[in-house]
């Protein structure tokens, strides 16, 4: 349809008896760089067919699943590394806890290692239990 009415215009440009000297060039010029592009435009646009969307769809779906599969292996990382940190942290409470018990037993408390075992492994199932899982 663009195309018919570009060719009308074009062979309406054609007829100079109203237009000067110099404008019919320009005119002709710019209508025939219009009508080229809207040929090479439609030309590069090929007419999808029912073949050619399947191919499409397979295509899309084929990228879709290759970007998941990199999303999932991405998010497996992500996961192991967090329970690393999680059983750092588990570490690091039990060592501080160690910590903190010492100055006590040498203050005569009775707060014994024991205690902050149970404490630091209440803290480790709590935040294993938290993570999701894979």
Do not use: W
Not at 65 to 92: D, G, P
Not at 96 to 120: C, E, F, I, W
Request: negative net charge; hydrophobic residues 40%.
């Amino acid at each position: 349809m663009d195309s018919f009415i570009l060719m009308k215009t074009f062979l309406s440009d054609l007829q100079f008896s109203s237009l000067t000297r110099e404008e019919p060039s320009v005119i002709q010029a710019s209508v025939i760089d219009k009508i080229v592009n809207a040929y090479y435009s439609k030309e590069s646009q090929p007419s999808a067919g029912p073949t050619d969307l399947v191919t499409q769809l397979m295509q899309n779906d084929a990228k879709l699943m290759a970007e998941i599969e990199s999303l999932q292996s991405t998010l497996s990382v992500a996961l192991a590394r967090m329970r690393e940190l999680e059983l750092q942290n588990s570490e690091l409470m039990k060592r501080v806890l160690q910590l903190q018990a010492s100055p006590d037993r040498m203050a005569g408390k009775t707060r014994s290692a024991q205690d902050s075992y149970v404490l630091t492994d209440d803290l480790t199932v709590h935040s294993l239990h938290m993570s999701p899982l894979v």
